[in-house]
Structure formats: C-alpha cells, structure tokens
C-alpha cells in the first residue's frame, strides 16, 4: 500500500511555530524517519538532538491512507485479508470507520479479515498508535513496579527493549508501521503457517519434518491434499474434512549437508508446500492429518489453492550442556561469535544489502557465530537468509534482557503469540543453531538484588524461560537445542556465572578491573565480554562537529551513554598505555581505540588456547546502531575501528598464544599443522639474544603446548626485549613490559605512496626502529577512504604495504603524516612518564 501520511500533534511540535497538519509517510517506517524526511525534526544521531525528540515517544500517532478494493474481493468463495507484517507498537486499525483490531506488540504480524468492511471505490485504513510509554507505565501501574537494569517501562511492553536506551544507545522511542502492509485476496484454502524442521536422520539421510496450518475460505469443508517438495524428493498428506493440521517427514536423499563457514558449503534448496482442494473430493494423498506421507506422486487433478515458497539446508546440531559446546553434523566447534545489536535505532532502514555488509564484515573478522542479543528484535528474513548464505551460525535470544518480567496477562498471551510465530518463521534456516531464553535476566535475579525487590510470590520471567518458551521450542522446533538464558550454568540451582558449567559474561573487566584479569579464568563459554573505544573519527566529526572533538565535550559526552564511560576508558589504559596529554582528542582517541583492540584481543587468544576446555567467546559487540562510544568492532557508520582489525587477527584458524610460560599453537582449521617453531628473545634494536627450534604437530581443531626454556620465558632485560614465535606464515610477538614501562625507541621508518588506480593508494612502510602496532587512519582524510591492514608491529629492517581504498586526496602524501599513520612510538606522554 502507497499514499500514507502521517497527522502531527495538534498541540504542535515543540520548538516550531508552524507545521502542516500532516506530512506523507514512507511505510514500512516510523514517525521518527517521517519527521526527518518532513524536515520537521533534526537528525537524532547528530550532536545533541536525541534531548530533544523524546516527545515523539510520548504522543500518539495515525496513519491513513486510502485504496480501491481488489476486484476478487467479496467474491464468492473468496476471502480478502489486510496483513500487517510489522506495527510498532500498541496500535488500532480501523477501516471505513470500523475498528479490526488493536495490537500491542511490535515482534508479531497480524491478519484482519477485511471482507465485508470493504467498499466499491475508496476505502480508508488509519492505524492509530498509542504511547509506548503511556501504555507501559499504565501497565507497570496496574501490575506493579519490577526491578531491573534501567528505569524505563521496556519490560511492560513487547517491543525492541532498546529503543528506551541502552548504555550503548539512544533513547528514541518509535511508532510506526515498521514492516510491510498488503491486501491478499484467496479462495479454497491458504497455509496460515508451514513450520519447516531440517534435520539429519540417524541413517545419515537429510531429513525434512513439515507440519502446515490451514485456513479456509467459505465453503472449503472437504479434504485438502498438502504436499512438499524439496531437491527432488515428494510427499503428500491428506487433511480430512474439518481439519486444518498436517505433518510430512520427508527424507531428501540427494541433498548435501549444510556445513558452518570453514567446515564445509552451504548447500540451500528450494521448498515448496503447497495445499490442494481435490476435484474429487477425496483427494490422492495416503497421509492422515497428522501423520507422514507416502511419497507417490501426486495426481494433478487441481491447481494449488495456496503455495508456500521457502529455502533451507540440512544439518544435525546438539549441545553438550555441562561443557557448553555446540557440534553441528556430529562435528565439535570452537564459537568464534560477535554480539549483534538492531543496526539501526529505525530498523525499516535496513537494507538486505546493508545486513549483508556487516555479516560480511563478521566473516571477514573470521567470526562463524552471530548472537542476536535479547534487548533487540527478532531480525527480518534478510538476516537469517544471507547467515544462511554465509555459513555463519545463530544463536537466537528471545527478547528479554536486563530486567524483571511480567508474567500476567495480557503480556503472557503476548509473549507465547510472538514466539510461536518467530519459531516457526526462523525454524528453516539452518544458519540458527539455538535458542536462548533471555539475556542476564536469570543473573539479576539471582545476583542483582532483585529477590529483596520482589514481593512474595510476584513472577519475574522464569515462567517463561524455564517453561513457556522451551515447551514452544520442544513443539514446533524440537531439532535445535534451547538454553533458558545467558548467562546460566544449567540449573536454576547453581550460579549463573559459575565458571564450569554453561555461560558467563565477564563484565568485571572494563567495570572494575584491569584486562589482565581474563588471563585469571578458564570459563566453559564466555557469551558476552568486551572493551569501550570511540567511533572512528570520521564518524564522530559527521555527528559532533569539529567543535566536539575534544575529549571533554558534552556533544562527545551526549555520545557516550556507559555509567562513568570517560573515566573508565582512562583508567582502563592502566599501565598498558600512556594517558593522553589533557585536551588531546587525537591522543584520546588513538590511545582508547588501542587499547579497546588490544584488551579484546588479549582476552579472545587467552580464551582459544585453552580449548577445548573453554569453547566458544562471543565477544560484545560487532555492530552500532548510531554515532557513539562503544564497544563496537563496527560503528554506526559501519566503519571499522582497529579493533576490527584486531578481531581479525585474534580469530584466524591458526593463531600462536604465548602465556603462563609456554607457546600455545591453536590449530582451529580442518588440516594438521605441521612446521618448525621458531623461537627468539631479541632486543628492541632486532639483536637476537636467544632462539630454539621445536618441531609441532597440531591435529586438526586442536591445541598445542610448546614448554618455553627459562631464557625465553623470562629475559635479564624485560623492558627492552620481545619474543617471536613463528610457524611458517603465523607469527606472534610478546612483549615482556607494557609500554609505559618498556623502552620503546623513538619511530624511525620511511613512508612511502603510490597510487594504484582512481581512489586506490599503496603505502609502504619500512622500518629502520621496532615500530609497534602501526595504524593508518584514512578516514581523517577523506571519510569514504578504507585500509586493509592495521596494527601491525614492524621490526627493524621490515616493511609492510597497506592498501587504501574508496579516497580521494588531493595530497596523497597526507597519508604517512601527523595523526593519520601513526604507531605507539610515538604516542604522547604526561608529564612524568618515561620516554
């Protein structure tokens, strides 16, 4: 549907003296996006305009817009439907006068029939959206205050908990009909849901389970024949008369296992469900409603009444629930995850190709896991299509996160419509690989002080992860595993965080503690963990102006939405880094975005070399969903801040971990590792002062220990001396001393550029001085400008090439100068720290 518009306040818009009445609307979208394209409000990402647009979340809102009636409706035999895919939030519809509904949950579709509401000519439709606010805090009225992490009324309401604020986002409250609308006219019978099951047999045969749901249009009483039909294979069920339920377990013979990226392909093969109403009456299937068909070949002795079209893959996938480890194909793996938020604060704005760019900037990072956090979405077909594409693995939170629940109604009755849909929905796509229940909610109730907030017998949410949803699960997807939350060790007995069993999210680091403190654990799997650094320049300038480049800016500040996230990120720089000199942005922000990298970094290699007792680190976060500082690999902007670069390297197959004396060889790829360990001290000037030779194996998917002698593990001169451990191209360097301490010489390397073609520049760094974590920063130049390698340490006598792409420079020369390429050498210091 077209033509919508939008009726504004008739009270105004604050800070505007005139406005129209009303303003045209792009559906899908949202009142924020339609404000934005009316010129009516400034853009909420940019400087401090989030203050002032919180008045949009607390009005009310209507849509219109009028259409013909298709020419089928109000046929005999024909049925016509309005289908919302997607309204945000509590909203109601009403044609030609007469209400068809109210909704009050942004994660469901909803289907109104329309027939006898229609008219010859125009219709008018106008959806009318009430506060989420008004409508959350009147329900917290009447239920009852509940504890949690922040103190917005998200947990009353079944809609994107983060659109209320996060302490990564903003808080920009939505209204809108944020997914597509359409009439749909049908006749006979439809597939009001085919819930696809792609699993693998014990015989090693893929093994598709389809169960249908039906509806009838008027006169459709006798029996429906469904049928399935995928990579060659068919099979068909009869639906008696009455009925409006049927299953198929379909072996698919030809069809090749789905395999997750570094495993295997991605095979993925067409499915077709299509339910018939027999000309005879009868129908040829052999099936009964509820049981599998024959496979025989159906008679085609009548056109499809309805035909469901989807996409799937084969694979078996378990979970090992005491040691936390994910097998998919009976094959064991190391989760190399990334945390994924809502890419948008107005999720109509993505595109497939915008989820598209940041899953391939996961794959790049070498990441084969993806968690859809639990304060966002249920994310749009797009995501879980091209995962599937991709082969990266889902792990899928329900949306709870960080609070209390309510279990009254009407939200229970919510909470169990939106899940089946969504199970059903998502069920095909064998990039999913778990079902989580919640995020942290299970931890604040049994460490947060919530059971001293709680009254006597009041419900919190445990209904729902410990019953209502893994018994949808069990029913409608009983091929993946289902966990009750993160993190959890498995029983609601034992602390949430306990280190052996289950998850953990490691939150001491960054909050209170020095990042060294990851190397004090060994947890079965650490779901959430992560460090603060800024936006990439470009980013922040787009948003804040020169003016807020500063590190003591309240527009930077507006941009930081961490409890004490300033300080933190300085004193998180501990002894690993110098403080920036005051006022420095540049130093600021070079130094805080290191040390982000190198604190993830740190954490990730420490976590892989103990595999396989510890099996998985998903790290938070991959994306943002604005300008901001955060703990992101990718900002807002979808630029890539060093830690990206660091991701990357921290998540090859193979990486070398030096630690608690000893050098880690981690073999994360299908074949043997076999090579010559090459072990040196030198000093900082690249004098070798000791070196062994060790020859490793390293089975596939596995990790190797490699004792170091007491000269390697420990030198005379710590502060002015590394170990490189090198196996043919995999190479690692140890520092003995942080760089506040160690003797780092003044940088001295040539730069040279060359350009390669129309936005294309090669650099070309050679050094003549160890040179640590070399970084070239092209964005300060031009913002479309990218590079492809960053942090790399250079001894004396090396070169490294960097590939600059998407600039445009007027000086090419720029690119080896000032703060553009720069390297800790010369990071600058205080006052009294040593040179």
Same mark, same amino acid.
């Given at each position: 549907?077209?033509?919508?518009?939008?009726?504004?306040?008739?009270?105004?818009?604050?800070?505007?003296?005139?406005?129209?009445?009303?303003?045209?609307?792009?559906?899908?979208?949202?009142?924020?996006?339609?404000?934005?394209?009316?010129?009516?409000?400034?853009?909420?990402?940019?400087?401090?305009?989030?203050?002032?647009?919180?008045?949009?979340?607390?009005?009310?809102?209507?849509?219109?817009?009028?259409?013909?009636?298709?020419?089928?409706?109000?046929?005999?035999?024909?049925?016509?439907?309005?289908?919302?895919?997607?309204?945000?939030?509590?909203?109601?519809?009403?044609?030609?006068?007469?209400?068809?509904?109210?909704?009050?949950?942004?994660?469901?579709?909803?289907?109104?029939?329309?027939?006898?509401?229609?008219?010859?000519?125009?219709?008018?439709?106008?959806?009318?959206?009430?506060?989420?606010?008004?409508?959350?805090?009147?329900?917290?009225?009447?239920?009852?205050?509940?504890?949690?992490?922040?103190?917005?009324?998200?947990?009353?309401?079944?809609?994107?908990?983060?659109?209320?604020?996060?302490?990564?986002?903003?808080?920009?409250?939505?209204?809108?009909?944020?997914?597509?609308?359409?009439?749909?006219?049908?006749?006979?019978?439809?597939?009001?849901?085919?819930?696809?099951?792609?699993?693998?047999?014990?015989?090693?045969?893929?093994?598709?389970?389809?169960?249908?749901?039906?509806?009838?249009?008027?006169g459709c009483a006798g029996p429906l024949e469904v049928g399935v039909e995928v990579a060659g294979a068919r099979a068909t069920v009869l639906v008696p008369r009455g009925r409006?339920?049927?299953?198929?377990?379909?072996?698919?013979?030809?069809?090749?296992?789905?395999?997750?990226?570094?495993?295997?392909?991605?095979?993925?093969?067409?499915?077709?469900?299509?339910?018939?109403?027999?000309?005879?009456?009868?129908?040829?299937?052999?099936?009964?409603?509820?049981?599998?068909?024959?496979?025989?070949?159906?008679?085609?002795?009548?056109?499809?009444?309805?035909?469901?079209?989807?996409?799937?893959?084969?694979?078996?996938?378990?979970?090992?629930?005491?040691?936390?480890?994910?097998?998919?194909?009976?094959?064991?793996?190391?989760?190399?995850?990334?945390?994924?938020?809502?890419?948008?604060?107005?999720?109509?704005?993505?595109?497939?190709?915008?989820?598209?760019?940041?899953?391939?900037?996961?794959?790049?990072?070498?990441?084969?896991?993806?968690?859809?956090?639990?304060?966002?979405?249920?994310?749009?077909? !797009?995501?879980? +299509?091209? &995962? /599937?594409?991709?082969?990266?693995? *889902?792990?899928?939170?329900?949306?709870?996160?960080? #609070?209390? $629940?309510?279990?009254?109604?009407?939200?229970?009755?919510?909470?169990?419509?939106?899940?089946?849909?969504?199970?059903?929905?998502?069920?095909?796509?064998?990039?999913?690989?778990?079902?989580?229940?919640?995020?942290?909610?299970?931890?604040?109730?049994?460490?947060?002080?919530?059971?001293?907030?709680?009254?006597?017998?009041?419900?919190?949410?445990?209904?729902?992860?410990?019953?209502?949803?893994?018994?949808?699960?069990?029913?409608?997807?009983?091929?993946?595993?289902?966990?009750?939350?993160?993190?959890?060790?498995?029983?609601?007995?034992?602390?949430?965080?306990?280190?052996?069993?289950?998850?953990?999210?490691?939150?001491?680091?960054?909050?209170?503690? !020095?990042?060294? +403190?990851? &190397? /004090?654990?060994?947890?079965?799997? *650490?779901?959430?963990?992560?460090?603060?650094?800024? #936006?990439? $320049?470009?980013?922040?300038?787009?948003?804040?102006?020169?003016?807020?480049?500063?590190?003591?800016?309240?527009?930077?500040?507006?941009?930081?939405?961490?409890?004490?996230?300033?300080?933190?990120?300085?004193?998180?720089?501990?002894?690993?880094?110098?403080?920036?000199?005051?006022?420095?942005?540049?130093?600021?922000?070079?130094?805080?975005?290191?040390?982000?990298?190198?604190?993830?970094?740190?954490?990730?290699?420490?976590?892989?070399?103990?595999?396989?007792?510890?099996?998985?680190?998903?790290?938070w976060q991959l994306n943002d969903c604005w300008p901001v500082v955060s703990w992101a690999a990718v900002d807002g902007a979808g630029r890539r801040k060093p830690l990206w670069?660091?991701?990357? +390297?921290?998540?090859?197959?193979?990486?070398?971990? *030096?630690?608690?004396?000893?050098?880690?060889?981690?073999?994360?790829?299908?074949?043997?590792?076999?090579?010559?360990?090459?072990?040196?001290?030198?000093?900082?000037?690249?004098?070798?002062?000791?070196?062994?030779?060790?020859?490793?194996?390293?089975?596939?998917?596995?990790?190797?220990?490699?004792?170091?002698?007491?000269?390697?593990?420990?030198?005379?001169?710590?502060?002015?001396?590394?170990?490189?451990?090198?196996?043919?191209?995999?190479?690692?360097?140890?520092?003995?001393?942080?760089?506040?301490?160690?003797?780092?010489?003044?940088?001295?390397?040539?730069?040279?550029?060359?350009?390669?073609?129309?936005?294309?520049?090669?650099?070309?760094?050679?050094?003549?001085?160890?040179?640590?974590?070399?970084?070239l920063f092209p964005d300060r130049l031009d913002p479309a400008a990218e590079v492809d390698d960053m942090l790399v340490t250079l001894l004396p006598g090396e070169s490294a090439?960097?590939?600059?792409?998407?600039?445009?420079?007027?000086?090419?020369?720029?690119?080896?100068?000032?703060?553009?390429?720069?390297?800790?050498?010369?990071?600058?210091?205080?006052?009294?720290?040593?040179?």
């Open positions: 549907m077209t033509g919508w518009t939008l009726a504004l306040p008739r009270d105004g818009v604050p800070g505007r003296d005139t406005v129209p009445e009303s303003v045209d609307a792009t559906v899908p979208g949202c009142v924020h996006t339609d404000l934005l394209a009316a010129g009516i409000i400034p853009d909420p990402y940019v400087g401090d305009n989030e203050a002032r647009l919180d008045w949009i979340g607390r009005g009310d809102w209507t849509y219109t817009t009028t259409f013909a009636a298709p020419p089928a409706a109000r046929s005999a035999g024909h049925r016509t439907d309005l289908v919302f895919q997607g309204l945000d939030t509590v909203a109601t519809v009403t044609l030609n006068g007469t209400e068809l509904g109210r909704t009050a949950n942004q994660h469901r579709s909803y289907r109104f029939p329309v027939d006898i509401h229609l008219r010859p000519g125009t219709n008018t439709l106008t959806v009318r959206f009430t506060s989420p606010y008004s409508y959350a805090e009147e329900l917290r009225e009447r239920l009852g205050p509940l504890p949690g992490a922040y103190d917005e009324p998200y947990p009353f309401i079944r809609k994107m908990a983060c659109n209320f604020g996060w302490d990564w986002g903003p808080t920009l409250v939505t209204c809108g009909i944020w997914r597509p609308v359409a009439l749909e006219t049908w006749s006979g019978a439809r597939i009001a849901s085919a819930s696809l099951a792609p699993d693998v047999a014990d015989d090693g045969v893929p093994l598709l389970r389809t169960a249908v749901q039906l509806e009838r249009a008027p409006t339920d049927g299953s198929i377990d379909l072996p698919v013979p030809d069809a090749e296992l789905w395999w997750p990226r570094g495993y295997g392909e991605q095979p993925l093969y067409d499915v077709c469900v299509t339910v018939r109403c027999p000309l005879d009456g009868t129908g040829t299937g052999t099936g009964t409603g509820s049981g599998p068909g024959t496979g025989e070949e159906e008679e085609e002795d009548a056109e499809p009444a309805h035909t469901w079209r989807g996409r799937t893959g084969f694979r078996s996938v378990a979970l090992d629930p005491d040691a936390f480890r994910l097998s998919v194909n009976e094959k064991p793996l190391f989760a190399r995850g990334v945390n994924w938020i809502p890419d948008d604060c107005f999720p109509a704005r993505l595109t497939r190709q915008r989820v598209s760019d940041r899953l391939d900037q996961a794959v790049a990072a070498g990441v084969n896991l993806v968690r859809v956090w639990g304060g966002g979405l249920y994310e749009s077909d !797009d995501f879980y +299509a091209l &995962a /599937d594409e991709k082969g990266l693995l *889902v792990w899928q939170d329900f949306p709870f996160a960080c #609070a209390a $629940y309510p279990e009254e109604q009407p939200l229970r009755g919510e909470v169990a419509a939106e899940a089946r849909e969504n199970v059903v929905r998502l069920a095909p796509h064998p990039s999913l690989v778990l079902w989580c229940g919640n995020n942290e909610n299970i931890e604040g109730h049994a460490d947060w002080g919530w059971r001293d907030e709680l009254p006597p017998g009041r419900t919190w949410g445990a209904g729902y992860y410990y019953d209502l949803l893994p018994s949808i699960v069990a029913a409608l997807d009983p091929t993946r595993p289902y966990w009750p939350g993160t993190p959890y060790s498995g029983d609601p007995d034992l602390p949430p965080q306990d280190p052996d069993h289950g998850t953990v999210h490691l939150w001491d680091v960054w909050n209170r503690v !020095d990042y060294r +403190a990851y &190397a /004090d654990r060994v947890p079965r799997f *650490v779901a959430e963990f992560g460090f603060q650094g800024p #936006a990439t $320049y470009a980013t922040l300038r787009a948003a804040l102006g020169d003016a807020g480049l500063h590190p003591d800016s309240p527009l930077l500040a507006r941009h930081q939405k961490a409890e004490d996230g300033a300080g933190k990120l300085l004193r998180g720089l501990g002894d690993h880094l110098p403080q920036p000199p005051a006022g420095d942005f540049d130093a600021w922000h070079w130094l805080t975005q290191l040390n982000q990298a190198r604190a993830v970094e740190f954490g990730i290699r420490h976590f892989r070399s103990h595999a396989p007792a510890c099996m998985g680190t998903i790290v670069y660091a991701l990357r +390297a921290a998540y090859a197959d193979r990486v070398l971990v *030096v630690r608690d004396g000893a050098v880690h060889a981690v073999n994360d790829s299908p074949n043997t590792w076999t090579g010559t360990l090459k072990l040196a001290t030198r000093s900082f000037d690249g004098a070798v002062l000791a070196k062994e030779e060790h020859r490793v194996r390293v089975a596939p998917r596995s990790v190797a220990h490699v004792d170091l002698p007491a000269a390697l593990a420990e030198p005379d001169d710590r502060n002015n001396t590394l170990l490189t451990a090198r196996i043919d191209g995999t190479r690692t360097l140890h520092f003995y001393a942080e760089d506040t301490e160690a003797a780092l010489p003044a940088a001295r390397y040539t730069a040279d550029v060359t350009r390669t073609g129309p936005g294309g520049y090669e650099v070309r760094v050679s050094a003549e001085t160890l040179v640590k974590d070399l970084a090439v960097f590939h600059v792409t998407g600039a445009d420079l007027a000086d090419p020369a720029a690119l080896t100068t000032g703060s553009v390429l720069r390297c800790v050498n010369e990071a600058p210091r205080t006052a009294g720290e040593n040179a």
